[in-house]
């Protein structure tokens, strides 16, 4: 790889580099264990390919839970599918169905990507007349404010000649192209259909099937195990901002930021995948009533012991026991005392070092959402670019102060409490630091930083907000926050 793919920049770094390799290691000894796990694969594609469709489509807006997305396509045959989160259900079902069965004859054509479009678009009355077409009019990408104003996401490229001429270039290039890594190739086509827009309806979801069959023909089986789409669901906010990042500054744009967390995506699937493969094999060394209890929180993680007792038909002090034994083996974790208790599965915590928060005065927010107790933030370090010269250390710092510059940490539990906690940033400056740079002695670290642990104990997930403010409408500086995340 060079410094450019197709029409964009991407120069290789050594964690990008490092990336592809432990991607590509991991599909190295996929065929051994491929062969070894026959059946248990056959459960975990099950569940995969239902929970890949409810997130794909919750993605774009649906409210259908996984549990009525499963109800949904077992009874597709017979199912009347009147309400559109229904219909794009099932359209998402039979494309990926297709992908599925027959990605080796699905070659990457305009002919093909207008076919699954339109399979995709198959059930929903209102996407009839687009449907397996090229857009006819402007599709912009927007989002909603809480006051139910929208803005714009990114622009996308214009209707008919522009739309026909950058598909095609784009499928072209991909069929041509043979010197860029296959999961390079994926990322980058993925990111300009995205970018393109082709279609009137259903690019995103469109785009996430593409993902996976990309993936299958380049030889990357293990994807079918494991749901792509959730990990996109569950990261949605950085998904966004990553693709808005990029195309801002398109034409010609620097797609390194998007290859990376396109990357990152598989390569936590693939964790996730293992541990997956580890706790079916767990499983079946567990009692009859055990593997049913496990089974239930795997698919309805923060259940309580009460609601086990009344879906699973077992004794409540039966199930009290049990739970009490698993936890102690630590197949599950518990959370909350009392009447608030709940229990999901035991999770092998993955802390990511060294990552950055970038603030700006066109970018002045950030949102992370935090599944569980053992999840976290922790800021260590600021970095501030002063936007003038400077050759006293008093001049960058008093202007700091002038700015009156500070991050507002907010926390929403699930249960709508909010809490704040402003971090002024002049506060962690010293006489003795003579670059704008603050490595923290006492690292922040949400959600401790902000209140006491037992307040959380029951009501995850939890979303943070991390903003940049001031007593200025233009800030004199950038910031960078240096931080952990697990």
């Known amino acids: ?34 062969r070894r796990e026959g059946q248990t694969l056959k459960q975990l594609k099950s569940i995969a390919t239902v929970r890949s469709i409810g997130a794909s489509t919750r993605i774009e807006g649906s409210k259908m839970t996984d549990d009525e997305v499963e109800a949904l396509i077992r009874n597709l045959e017979i199912a009347k599918l009147e309400e559109r989160d229904q219909q794009e259900v099932a359209g998402y079902f039979e494309a990926l169905d297709l992908i599925s069965e027959s990605f080796r004859d699905i070659e990457i054509t305009e002919g093909n990507l207008k ?29 909603t404010n809480p006051d139910g104003s929208k803005y714009t996401i990114f622009k996308t490229t214009e209707p008919g000649l522009a739309t026909e001429e950058a598909m095609r270039n784009l499928v072209e290039w991909y069929k041509t192209d043979t010197e860029a890594h296959p999961l390079v190739r ?28 990309l993936l299958l023909r380049q030889g990357y089986s293990w994807i079918e195990y494991v749901s792509f789409e959730q990990e996109i669901e569950s990261r949605k906010s950085e998904y966004y901002r990553v693709l808005m990042n990029c195309q801002r ?44 209890i496990y089974q239930f929180i795997e698919n309805h993680p923060g259940t309580k012991s009460g609601e ?14 049990l739970l009490s034994d698993m936890v102690a ?45 053992s999840s976290f933030i922790e800021i260590k370090k600021i970095i501030l670019s002063p936007k003038f010269d400077w050759t006293n250390p008093d001049e960058w710092a008093a202007k700091l102060i002038q700015d009156g510059l500070y991050m507002l940490v907010t926390i929403t539990t699930n249960k709508e409490a909010i809490f704040k906690q402003p971090y002024t940033l002049s506060g962690f400056n010293n006489p003795y630091l003579f ?52």
Not at 250 to 262: K, Q, Y
Not at 268 to 275: A, D, E, P, R, T
Not at 345 to 368: A, G, P, Q, W, Y
Request: some cysteine.
């Open 115 to 143: 076919n699954l479009h339109n399979l995709l678009m198959k059930y929903s009355e209102k996407d009839a007349w687009h449907k397996g077409g090229y857009k006819q009019v402007s599709n912009e990408v927007e989002a």
């Open 435 to 486: 670059q704008p740079v603050f490595t923290l002695s006492q690292p922040v670290r949400i959600p401790k930083s902000v209140t006491t642990d037992d307040l959380y104990e029951v009501h995850y997930p939890l979303k943070i907000t991390v903003e940049l403010l001031g007593s200025v409408e233009e800030y004199s500086f950038d910031v960078l926050v240096v931080y952990d995340e697990a």
């Open 308 to 321: 086990m007792a009344e879906k699973l038909g077992i004794p409540l002090p039966t199930i009290k026991r």
């Open 186 to 213: 994926a990322a980058t086509f993925v990111y300009d259909f995205l970018s393109i827009h082709p279609f009137q309806d259903g690019n995103g979801r469109l785009s996430r099937l593409l993902a996976t069959l």
């Open 249 to 292: 500054q398109r034409p010609g744009e620097d797609i390194h930021d998007w290859v990376l967390f396109f990357l990152d995506c598989l390569s936590n699937i693939q964790g996730l995948l293992m541990k997956k493969l580890d706790t079916q094999n767990v499983a079946t060394r567990m009692s009859p009533r055990e593997r049913k």
């Open 329 to 373: 083996s630590k197949l599950l974790q518990k959370h909350g005392t009392g009447a608030g208790t709940n229990y999901s599965i035991e999770e092998v915590v993955t802390v990511k070092k060294d990552l950055l928060m970038k603030f700006s005065n066109s970018e002045r927010s950030r949102e992370f959402f935090l599944k569980n107790d």
């Open 1 to 34: 790889m060079g410094t450019q793919i197709y029409t964009f920049q991407l120069a290789p770094d050594w964690k990008l580099i490092n990336q592809l390799s432990l991607i590509d290691r991991f599909g190295g000894s996929w065929a051994a264990i491929e």
